[in-house]
């Protein structure tokens, strides 16, 4: 039996997972007895497309590649335009969410309203949205499980790198000790071609080109994206509670050319460090420009590739590098999840194992 999906979002990472099902329908119901079926779409901007029996995926990235919009995709009976998100949610027959919207960090907003649309309803959502997970985790994981729903949102640090499913479930059983790592593409790409010799203005420049930087990059460059991926390496794998606000944070913006060239000459490479660390009870975590020596396995992430590294009491220092983006890899994090709910892997246990289990595969 297919597993029924509606989209809040259709824009990359919608257009990514949907290219996914339509590539890899045979391989995922041979090898995996998965086969999503898409009933809704709603996008802001885009338009809604709902029908019980399922939509035309192949259809609907030809209307939207052409036209930019769902307007054009054909009518037939049965088919519901117009609805919004949360009428998606609430009036569709979705078995779960899939919560891929353009949504404030600052805030978590509209994703956090929906997620907890989608759980009052008994639907699970899965999700690549950072903000509801750094900003509301203990609410919403409560939600899930009080609804007996599952919650999953893998692609929210690394993308389709699998930097909470991995520590979660390959290495369980340890106690993780620290967790520091290279969590933003973006600012490892700007300080490797600051090492090229490119000052940060030009390095910015180049981001933005190759499409790595928003033209607004305040994000990335003063370090407020890495901070809510390691609020959320934190709750999850440390299993500490660890609040947005309580995270030292310093971008990358005050580094020069010459503080990159006398790093070189001393044997050294500045990167953009997200770090937690357990001490007497509690998280210490912090985000800002550290030198590392060339010898440190962070050095030598360059490019708009990530990196983590996990210090274990039992496996010892593990590190994980892969990329932190992407259409494709970040919608191959949506449906690792989707699979793993199929798989009756997701299910929550307890208030403490709720996020815990909608990573374990």
Same mark, same amino acid.
């Given at each position: 039996?297919?597993?029924?999906?509606?989209?809040?979002?259709?824009?990359?990472?919608?257009?990514? +997972?949907?290219?996914?099902?339509?590539?890899?329908? !045979? =391989?995922? %119901? #041979?090898? *995996?007895?998965?086969? $999503? @079926?898409?009933?809704?779409?709603?996008?802001?901007?885009?338009?809604? +497309?709902?029908?019980?029996?399922?939509?035309?995926? !192949? =259809?609907? %990235? #030809?209307? *939207?590649?052409?036209? $930019? @919009?769902?307007?054009?995709?054909?009518?037939?009976?049965?088919?519901?335009?117009?609805?919004?998100?949360?009428?998606?949610?609430?009036?569709?027959?979705?078995?779960?969410?899939?919560?891929?919207?353009?949504?404030?960090?600052?805030?978590?907003?509209?994703?956090?309203?929906?997620?907890?649309?989608?759980?009052?309803?008994?639907?699970?959502?899965?999700?690549?949205?950072?903000?509801?997970?750094?900003?509301?985790?203990?609410?919403?994981?409560?939600?899930?499980?009080?609804?007996?729903?599952?919650?999953?949102?893998?692609?929210?640090?690394?993308?389709?790198?699998?930097?909470?499913?991995?520590?979660?479930?390959?290495?369980?059983?340890?106690?993780?000790?620290?967790?520091?790592?290279?969590?933003?593409?973006?600012?490892?790409?700007?300080?490797?071609?600051?090492?090229?010799?490119?000052?940060?203005?030009?390095?910015?420049?180049?981001?933005?080109?190759?499409?790595?930087?928003?033209?607004?990059?305040?994000?990335?460059?003063?370090?407020?994206?890495?901070?809510?991926?390691?609020?959320?390496?934190?709750?999850?794998?440390?299993?500490?509670?660890?609040?947005?606000?309580?995270?030292?944070?310093?971008?990358?913006?005050?580094?020069?050319?010459?503080?990159?060239?006398?790093?070189?000459?001393?044997?050294?490479?500045?990167?953009?460090?997200?770090?937690?660390?357990?001490?007497?009870?509690?998280?210490?975590?912090?985000?800002?420009?550290?030198?590392?020596?060339?010898?440190?396995?962070?050095?030598?992430?360059?490019?708009?590739?990530?990196?983590?590294?996990?210090?274990?009491?039992?496996?010892?220092?593990?590190?994980?590098?892969?990329?932190?983006?992407?259409?494709?890899?970040?919608?191959?994090?949506?449906?690792?999840?989707?699979?793993?709910?199929?798989?009756?892997?997701?299910?929550?246990?307890?208030?403490?194992?709720?996020?815990?289990?909608?990573?374990?595969?």
């Amino acid at each position: 039996m297919s597993h029924k999906l509606a989209l809040l979002g259709f824009g990359t990472v919608g257009q990514g +997972l949907a290219e996914i099902l339509i590539n890899k329908e !045979k =391989k995922l %119901l #041979e090898g *995996v007895q998965f086969q $999503g @079926k898409v009933v809704a779409i709603s996008d802001l901007m885009k338009g809604a +497309l709902y029908h019980p029996d399922g939509l035309d995926l !192949k =259809k609907v %990235l #030809e209307v *939207v590649k052409e036209t $930019g @919009k769902l307007d054009s995709y054909p009518d037939k009976p049965g088919l519901i335009r117009g609805l919004n998100s949360l009428e998606t949610i609430r009036e569709t027959n979705a078995q779960t969410i899939v919560e891929v919207t353009f949504t404030d960090v600052k805030t978590g907003q509209p994703a956090i309203d929906h997620c907890k649309a989608a759980f009052e309803a008994g639907k699970n959502v899965v999700m690549s949205n950072k903000g509801p997970v750094a900003l509301a985790y203990e609410e919403l994981s409560q939600m899930a499980e009080d609804n007996g729903v599952n919650w999953g949102f893998e692609g929210t640090v690394m993308s389709g790198t699998p930097a909470l499913r991995m520590p979660l479930a390959a290495l369980a059983g340890n106690d993780f000790i620290e967790i520091r790592g290279i969590l933003n593409g973006t600012t490892n790409f700007i300080l490797s071609k600051m090492e090229e010799g490119l000052t940060y203005e030009n390095a910015l420049q180049e981001a933005q080109e190759l499409g790595y930087a928003e033209a607004d990059p305040t994000s990335d460059v003063q370090g407020f994206d890495a901070r809510y991926k390691i609020v959320i390496l934190s709750n999850l794998v440390l299993n500490e509670p660890l609040k947005v606000e309580d995270v030292e944070c310093q971008g990358i913006t005050e580094l020069t050319k010459e503080d990159i060239e006398l790093a070189q000459k001393e044997g050294f490479r500045w990167k953009l460090i997200a770090s937690a660390k357990k001490e007497k009870g509690k998280v210490i975590a912090s985000v800002k420009p550290m030198k590392l020596h060339v010898t440190d396995p962070l050095a030598s992430i360059n490019g708009a590739i990530n990196a983590v590294m996990y210090e274990c009491d039992l496996a010892g220092t593990i590190t994980l590098c892969g990329p932190g983006a992407g259409k494709i890899e970040t919608g191959y994090s949506l449906l690792i999840d989707l699979i793993n709910i199929e798989r009756g892997m997701l299910t929550p246990k307890s208030k403490k194992e709720t996020a815990n289990q909608a990573l374990i595969y």
